[in-house]
DNA sequence: ATTAACTTTGACCGTTTGGTTAATCTATAT
DNA sequence: ATATAGATTAACCAAACGGTCAAAGTTAAT
């Protein structure tokens, strides 16, 4: 028994697999380049991963629930509504700094081949998640206009709110250049602006002054 | 052999272009592809359109103007900023029902190429468009958290909540058909949401109920 | 009917691509 | 030292790809 063979060209392809999937695209991604940003023979590719489309599959699944993953807060912490919104989109906003290309690299594939996302979700159960929220902040609920009916109006909302910046990226900096503004002061800015925005556009008028 | 087509043939190459990059992109169209669909030997392409790049190129200039057009409303319509901002998501979101894979092709191929955002936005004046839209609300600009300043947050939040949902149509189809709620119909619903949480979340807090 | 210009095609070309193969290398266990 | 098993490579392959070309078809003016 040997085995001692580097556990790190594995994670070296890997590693490259994610680089070049997320710059190029599945269909615009080639092998070469993937052997050569990894440093090794392009025939090694195929003797860790048989394919490029199991290469593809690694990176997609790993790169997907890390994506998916972040949105769990919103469900698990026990937080009120308005700690949990502010708390969200200070995290996920953080994280997609650290992660830029991840959105459109997910939209983009999902987008070609939309089987694919069923495989990663297929283990969440979003009715029972969304009537969660709902109990779970029930007694904060009647200060809001959140009901189960328009959850989803406002779940995807928030999301909207956090990841589209990143998925046009391209777009937002010609303009922001054009008015003298730097993408990265914005998306630092947008961490407040995002949550005090959603918060204020939920909060039911009668609360907004106590002295109604 | 007779040709009826009314079509004439560079129309035909063009319309099955425009179907083929917006299903597959730019890596993962084949020509072969485009000819099939036009009906057409693949060598014809070549005599209309001399490469695959120049195909493309026209294919996204149009697809793009199409797209940066429909956000011209905001500037030019003369409606007060709520009715402006209703008749935007309505109208918008109207025309991306339409039109529903233009944002993922947009942003997927400026994601890979952001140099091709710049040929189609070199004309216009961020600076000026923006200051103009202060200007032109300025008599009822006190009633809102509106600002030079947060112009830019507010103006790709509000472009995020329209065009989000079908770049991530892939994503929300799947989280939705888990609790029975229809993409068509969340879309159709989108138009009032949008509409209405962002005039909520704008309208000043003294505002709100004018007996302050 | 012939010409001339434009359109359309099948066959072909050179390159790139994902993938394979057989040989070589490396490191240990005996 | 040598056998053994995994790791790595250079060279190679067939298919797919974008693109070309010469020939054939089409059309309308002379």
Redo the contacts with the bound molecule.
Sequence with gaps: ??????KQ?EEKIFEAATAVFEEEGMAG????SIANRAG?????L??YF????HLFEAVFTKLAKKMFHKFNPIFEENLSIEEKIRFFFREHISFLQQNPKLPGFILNEISHNPERVKKVLKNVDFKDLWKSIIKHHKDELHKYNLTEENLPQVMTTIASLSVFPFAARGIFEVAFNNIGIDFDKYIEARKDFAAEFVIKALKKTSEVLPDK
């Excluded at 991604?29 to 070469?32: I, K, L, P, T």
């Excluded at 090794?40 to 090694?44: H, Q, R, S, V």
């Design positions: 028994m040997i085995m001692v063979s580097d060209t991604a080639r092998m070469q090794i023979n392009k025939a090694l195929h003797y048989r394919t490029k489309d």
